[in-house]
């Protein structure tokens, strides 16, 4: 129902916490792609999804402002509480009310290994870490990944319905995903992860898994060379709908939108609001993230766009084409992707910086259409100068190789006794190198533990007691396909995908199990 363009003052939660927004032409959040061809889908349609059906992204049809006045009455909030207040900015309650939110979002994030869900480790000289790798799989992924399977699961039980989730992962996704979605009687997770170029604990978390519903495959070659298979899947309109095939990477929305609230978490604890007068200027926060896919500094720019002071720093290894983009305009894919000691963010397509193009050129899907096919077509593409220079002004980027990532994490031991893993190294090497300006509080976002990636760890000169549940995988049977690489490996691996889809969806009509 359409209402004034305005400001709207929503009460919110028992406690009279209120939140500002801004809405411009509907009362309900809806959902447009980002290469214009889709507008007015709501939360529900949008989860079930992953990409568009014209190829792009979504995102919301408008953004919500977070006045001054709902930033100062948020702080304090716990983690759990201000997971609900985001998502409760982007889920109308005439799809999931605010009592189902709130149970939802608690039973997700209950089984993390510290009370608070994430940690904020000081440490010398202002280098703080914001830990958010609490959960089953030790990585950030879980925070996001168990809250978007709750809501998966509370919608499919409402409709008594199925669905099937097929996700690509350079690492760290696909463990998340089998681990929040296991033994889920409405939904069957299909991972495909790049063999050889993970770690053993990443690829123990995914082929350990042996529940019904999980079915895992190993494939010959990089998570980039994965996504081209699951591409076409998804652009088989008939597949997508006998199956409700859909995705858990940050394609997926909600994954992104639950991301929103670490980095207002981050600036809640760390900005300096309580001290800052109540009529001054919001205090700036310097958010450094280590960067892949670039969901989570989507996310960061989001957050930006709703009204927080953030200074996004993303730093990358060797694959560093979100840095030359930022640095020179040039979005082009190397030929190979490196394999580095940050295995989760060896990626050369950041698919979600398409969200913030979009974000940046107004919301202009044609263009973004048109720079998007080019980039899929030939790997490669060069921003218009307009849209360079946007993207510069709201984010810095980095790029550290592999001898950089050492140093960090021995010059971090070194000073505080506190090991990194290599991916937080790579967003805590800004902290070594690059000049803190005097009055900007800083925050770098550690994405996973060190127990993942015990070689790093062991190459840095350091040791690591390993938790009883990383040395417990060693001990479990396994199970997954190999896809093997040949002439014709994407399509081979199209076909078998499509045949492991169809032949689990078999089963679930005849009502019987997968495996025997």
């Known amino acids: 129902m359409k209402c004034l363009r305005g400001i709207i003052i929503c009460a919110m939660m028992s406690q009279s916490v209120y939140v500002t927004l801004v809405f411009a032409g509907f009362c309900v959040m809806r959902y447009c792609s980002t290469r214009g061809g889709v507008r007015g889908w709501d939360f529900r349609d949008v989860l079930f999804s992953g990409y568009a059906p014209d190829?792009?992204?979504?995102?919301?049809?408008?953004?919500?402002?977070?006045?001054?006045?709902?930033?100062?009455?948020?702080?304090?909030?716990?983690?759990?509480?201000?997971?609900?207040?985001?998502?409760?900015?982007?889920?109308?309650?005439?799809?999931?009310?605010?009592?189902?939110?709130?149970?939802?979002?608690?039973?997700?994030?209950?089984?993390?290994?510290?009370?608070?869900?994430?940690?904020?480790?000081?440490?010398?000289?202002?280098?703080?870490?914001?830990?958010?790798?609490?959960?089953?799989?030790?990585?950030?992924?879980?925070?996001?990944?168990?809250?978007?399977?709750?809501?998966?699961?509370?919608?499919?039980?409402?409709?008594?319905?199925?669905?099937?989730?097929?996700?690509?992962?350079?690492?760290?996704?696909?463990?998340?995903?089998?681990?929040?979605?296991?033994?889920?009687?409405?939904?069957?997770?299909?991972?495909?992860?790049?063999?050889?170029?993970?770690?053993?604990?990443?690829?123990?978390?995914?082929?350990?898994?042996?529940?019904?519903?999980?079915?895992?495959?190993?494939?010959?070659?990089?998570?980039?060379?994965?996504?081209?298979?699951?591409?076409r899947l998804?652009?088989?309109?008939?597949?997508?709908?006998?199956?409700?095939?859909?995705?858990?990477?940050?394609?997926?929305?909600?994954?992104?939108?639950?991301?929103?609230?670490?980095?207002?978490?981050?600036?809640?604890?760390?900005?300096?609001?309580?001290?800052?007068?109540?009529?001054?200027?919001?205090?700036?926060?310097?958010?450094?993230?280590?960067?892949?896919?670039?969901?989570?500094?989507?996310?960061?720019?989001?957050?930006?766009?709703?009204?927080?002071?953030?200074?996004?720093?993303?730093?990358v290894n060797s694959n560093d084409i979100v840095h030359r983009t930022v640095a020179t305009g040039d979005f082009s894919m190397a030929a190979n992707v490196t394999q580095t000691l940050a295995p989760a963010i060896d990626i050369q397509d950041?698919?979600?910086?398409?969200?913030?193009?979009?974000?940046?050129?107004?919301?202009?899907?044609?263009?973004?259409?048109?720079?998007?096919?080019?980039?899929?077509?030939?790997?490669?593409?060069?921003?218009?100068?307009?849209?360079?220079?946007?993207?510069?002004q709201r984010l810095s980027t980095g790029t550290v190789r592999d001898d950089g990532i050492l140093e960090t994490m021995r010059r971090c031991w070194e000073d505080n006794r506190y090991v990194l893993c290599p991916h937080s190294a790579v967003a805590a090497w800004h902290h070594y190198h690059c000049p803190h300006s005097a009055g900007l509080n800083r925050c770098y976002i550690a994405t996973a533990s060190p127990a993942k990636f015990e070689a790093a760890v062991q190459k840095a000169g350091l040791t690591f007691d390993l938790p009883e549940e990383v040395l417990a995988l060693d001990r479990l049977p396994t199970r997954y396909q190999n896809l093997e690489r040949n002439l014709n490996w994407c399509k081979d691996w199209e076909d078998r995908l499509r045949e492991c889809i169809q032949s689990v969806g078999a089963a679930r009509k005849n009502g019987g199990t997968f495996y025997t």
Not at 58 to 82: A, H, I, K, N, Q
Not at 273 to 297: C, K, M, R, S, W
């Open 350 to 392: 950041p698919y979600n910086m398409e969200r913030v193009f979009w974000m940046l050129l107004g919301r202009d899907g044609a263009s973004v259409k048109t720079m998007m096919e080019e980039f899929q077509r030939s790997r490669r593409s060069s921003l218009p100068e307009n849209l360079h220079k946007l993207l510069s």
């Open 55 to 231: 190829g792009g992204m979504f995102m919301p049809e408008s953004v919500p402002e977070l006045s001054p006045d709902t930033l100062r009455r948020w702080r304090g909030l716990s983690y759990c509480r201000l997971v609900v207040e985001v998502a409760a900015l982007f889920i109308p309650a005439q799809l999931i009310p605010r009592d189902d939110l709130q149970v939802l979002v608690d039973e997700a994030l209950s089984g993390f290994s510290v009370p608070e869900v994430v940690r904020i480790a000081r440490l010398k000289d202002g280098l703080t870490v914001l830990e958010l790798f609490h959960g089953d799989t030790l990585a950030f992924k879980d925070l996001a990944m168990t809250c978007t399977v709750r809501f998966l699961n509370y919608f499919l039980q409402k409709d008594n319905r199925r669905a099937t989730v097929l996700v690509g992962t350079s690492g760290d996704t696909g463990g998340s995903a089998i681990q929040s979605a296991r033994g889920l009687p409405g939904l069957d997770v299909v991972v495909v992860y790049p063999r050889g170029r993970i770690t053993s604990v990443q690829e123990k978390h995914m082929i350990s898994c042996l529940d019904d519903n999980v079915h895992v495959f190993a494939a010959d070659g990089s998570s980039d060379d994965i996504d081209r298979p699951l591409r």
């Open 234 to 315: 998804f652009a088989d309109t008939e597949l997508v709908k006998s199956h409700s095939l859909m995705s858990l990477n940050s394609v997926n929305w909600s994954r992104v939108m639950i991301q929103l609230a670490h980095f207002i978490y981050a600036y809640l604890e760390l900005s300096g609001l309580e001290e800052a007068e109540a009529d001054a200027a919001l205090p700036e926060l310097e958010v450094v993230v280590p960067t892949g896919g670039a969901g989570n500094i989507a996310a960061g720019c989001i957050v930006k766009q709703m009204g927080l002071p953030l200074k996004l720093v993303a730093m």
